[in-house]
């Protein structure tokens, strides 16, 4: 049980970053279990809740995968993946984008407004926000990389911030779906990482979080002891070529790279298992995950 010095205390080494970052722009990527258990979730709108009223300017992007395949299935149709992407059609886009801007953005926008914040829900079509072409999946033959159609999966081209900026400076907290928009109006589906990384840059973020299931990154996963607390640019870049940094944590750091070099202040992967992930790396001396910086 807390007393009240101790609660008084833990105010106190919070006033510091407080007034660092009063004022300053954050980006969530908002994913993983914190999306799915319904705890994490109300701990999430809590922290962002927090976040707004201490005078910081929360961005969430959120992703949505889960749910995507769920819907899916219930219409009969199995996902297929190549190297790791989806393959969608314009049937599984059309799904794609109703779920992502439907249903997943409309009920983090409503957690929120249920907190007194004023959230709007965005997709990146909207305003021309995300103009985005398509990406090719690369697979590999023995050593000979190929090409592959996916269908409507998109990377981003550019980033228009009139309107995020436009919200922010109106005291309303953006909620932004992944989807894209190209140059004949088509919808893509848009990696949230990517999507995240690509904003935070844009705004000029204070800093990028990142929410995943994993602590951080690891030297070498199965040794505890070699977690990374700081990683800087140059060495993310040599431990995804050696192999260090692999499968589902490799568009997580490349996240972070790209929001740095496009001049986000520091990015952080941190874990959404935990209880306040959020308020525990922005407000606490410690902090938690891994930072990487430049």
Do not use: W
């Not at 249920?114 to 926000?129: E, H, M, N, W």
């Not at 844009?202 to 977690?227: H, R, V």
């Amino acid at each position: 049980m807390f007393t009240a010095e101790d609660k008084a205390a833990i105010l106190v080494e919070a006033l510091p970053y407080i007034q660092q970052f009063y004022g300053k722009t954050i980006v969530i990527k908002y994913g993983g279990n914190a999306m799915i258990n319904e705890d994490l979730k109300e701990k999430v709108m809590q922290d962002v809740a927090l976040m707004k009223y201490v005078g910081i300017r929360p961005v969430i992007v959120h992703g949505g995968g889960p749910d995507i395949t769920g819907f899916l299935k219930k219409v009969g149709k199995e996902s297929d993946f190549v190297a790791g992407l989806r393959v969608t059609d314009e049937e599984t886009i059309e799904i794609a984008e109703m779920v992502l801007d439907g249903k997943v953005n409309s009920e983090i926008v409503n957690l929120l407004n249920r907190r007194g914040v004023k959230a709007v829900g965005l997709s990146g079509k909207d305003a021309g926000l995300l103009r985005a072409h398509k990406k090719m999946a690369t697979v590999y033959e023995g050593e000979a990389a190929k090409k592959v159609d996916i269908g409507y999966v998109g990377e981003v081209e550019q980033v228009d911030t009139a309107i995020l900026e436009d919200l922010l400076e109106q005291g309303y907290v953006p909620v932004i779906a992944p989807i894209g928009v190209g140059d004949k109006g088509e919808s893509y589906n848009i990696n949230a990482d990517y999507v995240a990384a690509e904003i935070a840059g844009a705004l000029k973020a204070e800093k990028l979080l990142l929410l995943t299931d994993i602590e951080g990154i690891y030297k070498d996963f199965q040794d505890k002891s070699s977690f990374i607390s700081t990683l800087h640019l140059p060495e993310a870049r040599a431990f995804i070529k050696e192999g260090i940094i692999a499968g589902g944590m490799i568009p997580k750091v490349e996240a972070c790279l790209t929001a740095l070099e496009q001049g986000a202040g520091k990015t952080h992967i941190i874990d959404g298992r935990l209880a306040h992930s959020i308020i525990l790396e922005i407000f606490t001396s410690r902090g938690i995950g891994t930072q990487v910086v430049r």
